[in-house]
């Protein structure tokens, strides 16, 4: 799967020098925050690809004008051609203000979110604006990471962390790629490619898929 990943700070290519064909080709477009919401609009408008997103800490405005075309996957899981994202937007509070938490605030929705991965098998993806606590983030009040991050990195070994907020023309030493144990982490400032395998998806035999729809028009979905 080729993907898209976009975070923080507009890429000039894609904002004031945009064209249809530099968004053509990708199978997937992530979000992890801080970017105005006419831009991921502008670049869902031209490509067949979907766009998910986070928040990050200075999206106050989506409250009222959230991204066109674009799908939120913050506390849930999301899957697409068998990769399951999940979502958790936001960062340290540090002041009053719009998608802030608190680490006992962001550990409770980890909570929460480990029950929807729980439910889904696994996850492929796990999107967000802030890194990890020590894992890549940085040394003042904003810009620290949450530890309870690592509730899903240990538990369900996501095979890749892709996260913003820390601009990597903040600390020219940062990595903008790197590994904890078997999780590719990724900080997604300004664009990213990436190329990753796509997931085998188990073909189900024809009865199995016939009570799994009775199941939902008498249940409902879950």
């Given at each position: 799967m080729k993907i898209l990943v976009l975070a923080d700070v507009e890429a000039k290519g894609l904002w004031d020098y945009f064209s249809p064909d530099k968004v053509k080709g990708y199978d997937?477009?992530?979000?992890?925050?801080?970017?105005?919401?006419?831009?991921?609009?502008?670049?869902?408008?031209?490509?067949?690809?979907?766009?998910?997103?986070?928040?990050?800490?200075?999206?106050?405005?989506?409250?009222?004008?959230?991204?066109?075309?674009?799908?939120?996957?913050?506390?849930?899981?999301?899957?697409v051609k068998g990769l399951r994202i999940a979502g958790l937007g936001g960062s340290i509070r540090y002041k009053p203000g719009a998608f802030q938490y608190t680490e006992n605030e962001m550990a409770r929705r980890v909570k929460r979110l480990k029950k929807v991965i729980r439910r889904e098998k696994g996850v492929d993806i796990l999107l967000t604006h802030s890194p990890a606590r020590n894992l890549n983030d940085g040394p003042d009040a904003p810009h620290l990471g949450f530890s309870c991050f690592y509730d899903i990195l240990d538990e369900y070994k996501?095979?890749?962390?892709?996260?913003?907020?820390?601009?990597?023309?903040?600390?020219?030493?940062?990595?903008?790629?790197?590994?904890?144990?078997?999780?590719?982490?990724?900080?997604?400032?300004?664009?990213?490619?990436?190329?990753?395998?796509?997931?085998?998806?188990?073909?189900?035999?024809?009865?199995?898929?016939?009570?799994?729809?009775?199941r939902r028009m008498v249940l409902g979905p879950r």
């Open positions: 997937l477009i992530l979000s992890c925050g801080d970017l105005n919401p006419c831009y991921l609009s502008l670049i869902a408008t031209f490509t067949t690809a979907p766009v998910l997103y986070v928040h990050g800490n200075h999206d106050k405005n989506y409250e009222h004008h959230p991204p066109e075309g674009c799908i939120c996957v913050e506390d849930t899981v999301y899957t996501p095979a890749y962390f892709i996260h913003g907020h820390v601009h990597l023309s903040y600390n020219a030493a940062l990595p903008r790629i790197c590994s904890y144990h078997s999780t590719q982490v990724v900080n997604g400032y300004e664009k990213l490619e990436l190329e990753i395998p796509t997931p085998e998806v188990p073909v189900l035999p024809p009865w199995k898929l016939f009570f799994m729809g009775l």
